[in-house]
């Protein structure tokens, strides 16, 4: 039921191919790369604000991003894995991105893996903060996992990043420290932003969204700073910031928003 590739990126583009075109929902905004590869790949994608959208449009795919980026949405395993049966009943795929669901496991539908109707993307850079390692995982029925293997082909992944991913996923020690670390982390961006008189419109413990008129003027002034956030065509309103890193960062990053 597993299949892996250099990042989870290259499943993301892998996965359209392996479908019949059909019509994909994708409940957004989200990631932009699902809808452009599934479009790519010839599917007629629309995006949506509600799941029970797919329904009404008879969407052979329903893409979910879990907890959902940038806004930080979240499903319960429960409802995820409704949908997937309802997916299931009329032949098709409820595709669950869980990119950013390490912090809170009790959140994955991961356990679910193999169900008819299922698929679940892992990526391991995230919260292990190795992106260069280049580790994405697919987790699907056993006919669909052995068809993404195919696609990827022989040498998926390195020795090495297998043995540090190894090394990694079963250190039962730095992984709940971190999960407490990162936490903290977020309290303490959201105190910070909203010192500076930012509203925190949502996000995960690995990234906080800020909603503000002044977003445009922001992104250029914090640039000016050596600070780079996310911003969004659609939002313009909206920013997006990552979690300083050493105490220098979270200073630099103090000081440019007082400014």
Same mark, same amino acid.
């Given at each position: 039921?597993?299949? +892996?590739?250099?990042?989870?990126?290259?499943?993301?583009?892998?996965?359209?191919?392996?479908?019949?075109?059909?019509?994909?929902?994708?409940?957004?905004? +989200?990631?932009?790369?699902?809808?452009?590869?599934?479009? !790519?790949?010839?599917?007629?994608?629309?995006?949506?604000?509600?799941?029970?959208?797919?329904?009404?449009?008879?969407?052979?795919?329903?893409?979910?991003?879990?907890?959902?980026?940038?806004?930080?949405? #979240?499903?319960?395993?429960?409802?995820?894995?409704?949908?997937?049966?309802?997916?299931?009943?009329?032949?098709?795929?409820?595709?669950?991105?869980?990119?950013?669901?390490?912090?809170?496991?009790? =959140?994955?539908?991961?356990?679910?893996?193999?169900?008819? @109707?299922?698929?679940?993307?892992?990526?391991?850079?995230?919260?292990?903060?190795?992106? @260069?390692?280049?580790?994405?995982?697919?987790?699907?029925?056993?006919?669909?996992?052995?068809?993404?293997?195919?696609?990827?082909?022989?040498?998926?992944?390195?020795?090495?990043?297998?043995?540090?991913?190894?090394?990694?996923?079963?250190?039962?020690?730095?992984?709940?420290? +971190?999960?407490?670390?990162?936490?903290?982390?977020?309290?303490?961006?959201?105190?910070?932003?909203?010192?500076?008189?930012? #509203?925190?419109?949502?996000? +995960?413990?690995?990234?906080?969204?800020?909603?503000?008129?002044?977003?445009?003027?922001?992104?250029?002034?914090?640039?000016?700073? @050596?600070? !780079?956030?996310?911003?969004?065509?659609?939002?313009? =309103?909206?920013?997006?910031?990552?979690?300083?890193?050493? =105490?220098?960062?979270?200073?630099?990053?103090?000081?440019?928003?007082? =400014?």
């Amino acid at each position: 039921m597993v299949a +892996t590739a250099s990042g989870s990126q290259a499943l993301i583009q892998l996965l359209p191919r392996l479908c019949r075109p059909g019509r994909v929902a994708v409940l957004g905004p +989200t990631y932009a790369e699902h809808a452009r590869c599934w479009a !790519l790949a010839g599917h007629e994608v629309r995006a949506v604000e509600r799941p029970e959208e797919a329904g009404v449009l008879v969407a052979g795919v329903l893409v979910i991003v879990n907890p959902n980026n940038p806004d930080g949405r #979240r499903f319960a395993p429960g409802e995820l894995l409704e949908m997937a049966g309802a997916q299931a009943a009329r032949g098709g795929l409820l595709v669950v991105d869980e990119a950013f669901a390490d912090m809170r496991p009790e =959140d994955s539908v991961a356990p679910a893996a193999g169900q008819p @109707g299922l698929v679940v993307l892992r990526s391991f850079g995230k919260f292990f903060g190795l992106a @260069g390692l280049r580790l994405g995982i697919a987790l699907a029925p056993a006919a669909l996992a052995a068809a993404l293997r195919e696609a990827v082909g022989p040498w998926a992944v390195s020795g090495p990043g297998l043995a540090i991913a190894t090394a990694a996923l079963g250190d039962r020690d730095w992984i709940p420290a +971190t999960r407490d670390r990162l936490a903290r982390a977020s309290a303490g961006l959201d105190r910070l932003l909203e010192g500076a008189g930012l #509203r925190v419109a949502g996000g +995960t413990e690995l990234f906080r969204l800020v909603e503000d008129a002044r977003a445009p003027s922001l992104y250029r002034a914090l640039g000016s700073a @050596g600070i !780079l956030v996310r911003r969004f065509e659609h939002r313009p =309103d909206w920013l997006r910031f990552g979690l300083p890193g050493p =105490d220098e960062a979270w200073r630099r990053l103090a000081v440019a928003l007082d =400014d």
